[in-house]
């Protein structure tokens, strides 16, 4: 074929991409706005480790008693210039006209480096619950270095308290890069109190309005999801209560199934492979029963 004829082949497929109110795209708006950055959030994130976790993934000096303190100012410093950027872009995302102020997204940005300190207490007691409840580990540093499960929730907690903030997309981004990097999704809307810990990881799902509450564990392949969805007159799904409450000291094992607005009550245990669509009272053992083989 030659080059004129491709050429012309190319154009045709411009103009169908580029034409504006086809049908055929009616779900693929031209987005003309500001869209938050991927790369910048990333950084983000690696600074919040950095100040969270200091000399595991920076250099021993950021961790020594005469530097933390720069450079954990260093660093919050960084961190606020990139995410009051984001957040603005953010603030712009879904809206036809941007009608939010740089000041807003610098309010809201500041409020989130207040929040630092509760999400960093509450890492550390994720820390003791894994290390409490696994053999294998031998050190907070090892879990703190190495633990999938703890890279996930540092994410899930930033993402959770932007989301209380009022801050749209970038909560989702944040929570999205985790499960790429990890494998377990949790929505930055869930609730989950202190002393948390997933074991392996590898396949939990926590839906959007799941609560959990304190000293909670989830293995690998645990889903916390919806039954079913409530519509509205047109069809489409309400955003409302629809994934489980897990009270206090509940163990759910893996490959377990638990939907739909249900409460399982405190100190229960959840055997692995459950589907469970009911609520079950406090102290409860829900495992599979043995199969009756035929002779």
């Not at 990881?201 to 999801?225: D, P, S």
């Not at 377990?256 to 249900?262: E, F, M, Q, T, V």
């Amino acid at each position: 074929m030659n080059r004129t004829k491709i050429l012309e082949e190319i154009q045709k497929n411009v103009e169908l991409l580029s034409t504006t109110g086809l049908a055929e795209y009616k779900y693929i708006p031209l987005h003309q706005k500001p869209s938050p950055s991927v790369t910048a959030l990333r950084e983000i994130m690696s600074l919040l480790r950095k100040v969270i976790f200091p000399g595991f993934f920076g250099t021993e000096q950021e961790a020594q008693t005469d530097s933390i303190q720069y450079y954990t100012g260093v660093y919050l410093e960084q961190a606020y210039d990139l995410l009051q950027e984001q957040i603005y872009n953010g603030l712009c995302f879904e809206v036809e006209r941007c009608c939010d102020s740089k000041d807003r997204a610098s309010e809201i940005a500041i409020a989130f480096i207040n929040k630092i300190p509760h999400i960093k207490y509450l890492l550390s007691t994720d820390v003791k619950a894994i290390l409490d409840g696994d053999p294998a580990a031998k050190s907070p540093s090892e879990i703190i270095f190495c633990y999938p499960a703890i890279h996930a929730i540092l994410y899930q907690r930033v993402a959770h308290e932007l989301l209380k903030l009022g801050v749209p997309v970038i909560p989702r981004i944040i929570t999205e890069m985790a499960h790429s990097d990890t494998g377990i999704d949790i929505h930055p809307g869930a609730q989950i109190g202190e002393y948390f810990s997933i074991d392996h990881g590898t396949g939990v799902v926590i839906g959007q309005t799941a609560v959990i509450g304190n000293h909670v564990r989830l293995y690998q392949g645990v889903t916390l999801g919806a039954k079913s969805f409530t519509l509205d007159a047109e069809g489409l799904p309400l955003d409302v209560p629809r994934h489980p409450i897990i009270e206090d000291y509940v163990t759910i094992y893996s490959n377990a199934s638990i939907l739909g607005r249900i409460t399982i009550g405190h100190g229960s245990v959840i055997g692995g492979n459950i589907w469970l669509t009911h609520s079950v009272p406090p102290n409860s053992k829900v495992l599979q029963t043995r199969a009756v083989e035929d002779k």
